[in-house]
């Protein structure tokens, strides 16, 4: 469906379109802006696996039939 969606040439005209929208000046703030929220996002969720404890599991025994209790299957 989305086969080919990034390709160089459509890149290249998605970044002319971003400098004819924001111009020369804006862009860079607009990279720093997003290049730290990223930064800031991949920080919490590192800080959030470290909180987190992992949950002990339930002992829990399965049920046996009379055939594995013989030994045989058949």
Request: charged letters at 25%; glycine letters at 10%.
């Given at each position: 469906?989305?086969?080919?969606?990034?390709?160089?040439?459509?890149?290249?005209?998605?970044?002319a379109?971003?400098?004819?929208?924001?111009?020369?000046?804006?862009?860079?703030?607009?990279?720093?802006?997003?290049?730290?929220?990223?930064?800031?996002?991949?920080?919490?969720?590192?800080a959030?696996?470290?909180?987190?404890?992992?949950?002990?599991?339930?002992?829990?025994?399965?049920?046996?039939?009379?055939?594995?209790?013989?030994?045989t299957?058949?």
């Amino acid at each position: 469906m989305f086969e080919g969606l990034f390709q160089p040439l459509h890149l290249l005209v998605i970044a002319a379109i971003a400098l004819l929208i924001f111009g020369p000046k804006k862009l860079p703030e607009l990279g720093k802006g997003l290049g730290e929220s990223i930064r800031g996002f991949k920080s919490a969720m590192a800080a959030r696996d470290e909180n987190s404890s992992p949950k002990p599991q339930p002992n829990v025994e399965r049920p046996t039939t009379n055939y594995e209790r013989r030994g045989t299957m058949y």
